[in-house]
């Protein structure tokens, strides 16, 4: 059932002021005509009332007797965020007049609005309407995904994904928590790519990033970089094994240490950081040749593994990819070889791999793609339980986000720091928000929306596990 009202008081052109007899929902869009023209808007904010009963009363049979006196007649008051015209979305230039009626909008019209993107992610809280999005938007312009846990995050990703699956898409998935490795898609498969790297491929960054050489060992570093510097080149061509490049390595720094005696201990020591990551990282340590472009398969779920590499290697893994994707695309857009296709990169715990207080591998790679890679079909999601520890940076590179329960003020200040579609109203929400429903903004939409995201009817391995149950399958054993 809909429901009318009238604004009252001073309006502007944003926002308009409403009271009615009828009761509508916080979400619900609705219509105004003036002018000639026909406005949507959106209720942002509801207070509900009974006439003589004013903040100022504290006694309760006061109250009780203007309430049986009034026969208990209530109004709502509540807000109205203009949103546009119905037909174009522009923002009209004069405000509705006192008086002017607000009433629900009607499903036609709001199937008109929200049916003309090509990925359906769910429907409206306030309608039964699907609510799709723009897929050319939502890539070249990246997106956030944000809640707490259990809030739906990973259900939101399966939907994203398998929608751009079905619109023949590449994918590639960064599974902190191997969720999607064995995962089955409706309109597509995965591709499990093991989280290898040959180390004659990484860049003298990752290498000290990997063999814990840091900054400040300034005598270590420089004799890593002369040896890396002597022995990259022979590794360019490929078709050698990481065992070679490594005794290459190996060999340099001895040759240095032949030459510079005086610095025994720190070459000694580069040396035995450079087993030492051999050792520590010799899951991901790959004797292929090939790199992970060369294992994508276009129009799948690539799911690179990394749920048992330690947060060291996942920066180096995700850092080395965002590297080589972007500059494959761009060798292809510039010269017709590389990667063909664009591709969109979910980047899981990304509070982790591009965090706030520190710098990493990953968050250099992250912003540069998130400033480039539009205008090279490479687009980011970033999914986060915990907004206020992600890159601020990062974060405001994201021009459309997906917003599901987030109770934290701290996580909610720094969401609406890096989005100017976040009002205070729509803000207030967030704690309430039930699992699966979530509060969309950005270039993908045509409007701010409140909206229950699609149940994904696939396969994934995630998921809290039934610790009642399997404690009582193990009753009587031990």
Known sequence: MGFTGKCYGETSPSRVSF??????????????????????GMIESLLRGVPGVTEDLND????????????????????????????????????????????SADTETLRRIFGRGSLTLGRLLSADVPFRVDINRMVTRHIAILAVTGAGKSNTVAVIVDELLRAGGTVIIFDMHSEYVSAEFNHGSVNPIGAAINPARLSL???????????????????????????APEFEGGGVSAEDFLRRMHEE???????????????????????YMAEAYDEIIDLETGGIIERLRLNHANVIDLGLVDETGSDVIVSHVLQEVLQSRKDYINHGEGLETPVFIVLEEAHILAPAD??????????????????????????????????PAALSQANNMIIMR??????????????????????????SLNIGEAVVVGLMAPVPAMVKIGEFTGKLSGGDPDVESIWRGMGGKG
């Open 19 to 40: 009271v009615s007899r009828e009761m509508p929902h916080v979400g619900e869009y609705v219509v105004m005509e003036y002018d000639g023209r026909r406005v949507l």
């Open 358 to 391: 520190r710098s990493t591998e990953s968050r250099y790679w992250i912003s540069r793609v998130a400033r480039e890679g539009r205008k090279f079909g490479v687009g980011l999601a970033l999914v986060s339980q915990s907004p206020k520890s992600l890159d």
């Open 253 to 275: 720094l001895d040759h240095l240490l032949a030459e510079n005696s005086s610095d025994k201990r720190s070459i000694i020591d580069v040396q035995n950081k450079l087993e």
């Open 205 to 231: 960054r990752e290498i000290k990033r990997l063999s814990n050489v840091t900054k400040n060992a300034y005598v270590q570093e420089r004799y890593l970089s002369r040896a890396h510097r002597r022995v």
């Open 60 to 103: 309760p049979e006061t109250v009780e007797r203007i309430v049986r006196v009034t026969g208990g007649r209530q109004y709502l008051r509540g807000t109205v965020r203009i949103l546009g015209d119905v037909e174009t979305l522009e923002i009209p230039r004069v405000p509705p007049g006192p008086g002017t009626e607000v009433r």
């Open 406 to 431: 987030l109770i934290e003020p701290n996580d909610q200040m720094h969401v609406q720091r890096a989005s100017e579609a976040l009002s205070d109203d729509l803000l207030s929400h967030l704690p």
